[in-house]
């Protein structure tokens, strides 16, 4: 019975040290996710000038005559969590970003029925997405809040630019061609997001958040140049391997 007592005494501190620390062991909580994600975007742009006179004529002229437009980035996520709280995340995604001018009302000298009476142009560009960005959750359940930061590549597929020319009849033309033909091949985003986690099941998530993406890199080398931005709101839904 004595060496039962003394058993218990040695070796319980050390059970349930050994049990804390099983408990507490990061690993336990590694997990690999993969998952799905889509996002329509609300996109503009942010135009600069070299200082010129002529440039800041451009600059001001497209300011009062362009608006945002809608868009959309879409693609897959690997998410490796490392613990309860972090996780690392990355992915490729199809972006078309951009943005548009707002109708115009066209003056001929010699008016004419060939001739349109409204215009407006829409300029999309497409990027090949690589986000890398780190996220923190809080919160316990299955409703769990988080946050995550990051940079993207943005490669550049193509960009085009789509006239759409309206007549006095009501009826229409659209013109499709390339937006421009010197645009840098990469380019980076900076992105900000902040959302809700909710679980589905042990091994399936779902999260809905607002995201906000820059681009910190110059569209063209030119006397006005334009970086994209988008605000949008992210769905996605994740499976988890291991």
Same mark, same amino acid.
């Given at each position: 019975?004595?060496q039962v007592?003394?058993?218990?005494?040695?070796?319980?501190?050390?059970a349930?040290?050994?049990?804390?620390?099983?408990?507490r062991?990061?690993?336990?909580?590694q997990?690999?996710? $993969?998952?799905?994600?889509?996002?329509?975007?609300?996109?503009?742009?942010?135009?600069?000038?070299? &200082?010129?006179?002529?440039?800041?004529? $451009?600059k001001d002229?497209?300011?009062?005559?362009?608006? &945002?437009?809608?868009?959309y980035?879409?693609g897959?996520?690997?998410?490796?969590?490392m613990n309860?709280k972090?996780?690392?995340?990355?992915?490729?995604?199809?972006?078309?970003? &951009?943005?548009?001018?707002?109708?115009?009302?066209? $003056?001929?000298?010699q008016p004419?029925?060939?001739?349109?009476?409204?215009?407006?142009?829409?300029?999309?560009y #497409?990027?090949?997405d690589?986000?890398?960005?780190?996220?923190?959750?809080?919160?316990?359940?299955?409703?769990?809040?988080?946050?995550s *930061?990051?940079?993207?590549?943005?490669? #550049?597929?193509?960009?085009e630019?789509?006239?759409? #020319?309206?007549?006095?009849?009501?009826?229409?033309?659209?013109?499709?061609?390339?937006?421009t033909?010197?645009?840098k091949?990469?380019?980076?985003?900076?992105?900000l997001?902040?959302?809700?986690?909710?679980?589905?099941k042990?091994?399936?998530?779902?999260?809905?958040?607002?995201?906000?993406?820059?681009?910190?890199t110059?569209?063209?080398?030119?006397?006005?140049?334009?970086?994209?931005?988008? *605000?949008?709101?992210? #769905? &996605?839904?994740?499976?988890r391997?291991?």
């Amino acid at each position: 019975m004595k060496q039962v007592v003394f058993s218990l005494l040695l070796f319980g501190p050390l059970a349930a040290t050994a049990q804390l620390i099983i408990k507490r062991n990061p690993a336990a909580h590694q997990q690999l996710w $993969v998952g799905v994600t889509v996002s329509p975007d609300y996109n503009n742009r942010i135009l600069s000038s070299d &200082g010129s006179i002529s440039a800041d004529i $451009v600059k001001d002229s497209r300011n009062k005559r362009e608006v &945002g437009q809608i868009g959309y980035t879409a693609g897959l996520t690997v998410n490796y969590t490392m613990n309860e709280k972090f996780s690392i995340e990355s992915g490729v995604q199809y972006a078309q970003k &951009g943005y548009r001018t707002k109708k115009e009302s066209l $003056v001929w000298p010699q008016p004419s029925p060939a001739f349109p009476t409204t215009s407006k142009f829409i300029y999309n560009y #497409f990027f090949l997405d690589i986000p890398l960005q780190v996220k923190y959750t809080t919160g316990s359940g299955n409703c769990r809040f988080f946050y995550s *930061a990051g940079l993207a590549l943005n490669i #550049f597929l193509e960009g085009e630019a789509t006239g759409i #020319f309206e007549y006095a009849n009501g009826s229409k033309d659209k013109s499709t061609g390339p937006a421009t033909t010197n645009e840098k091949k990469v380019s980076l985003s900076p992105l900000l997001s902040a959302g809700v986690d909710y679980t589905v099941k042990p091994n399936m998530h779902f999260r809905v958040a607002p995201i906000f993406r820059y681009g910190i890199t110059k569209m063209i080398d030119a006397p006005v140049s334009e970086r994209l931005w988008n *605000a949008g709101l992210n #769905f &996605g839904f994740y499976y988890r391997l291991l």
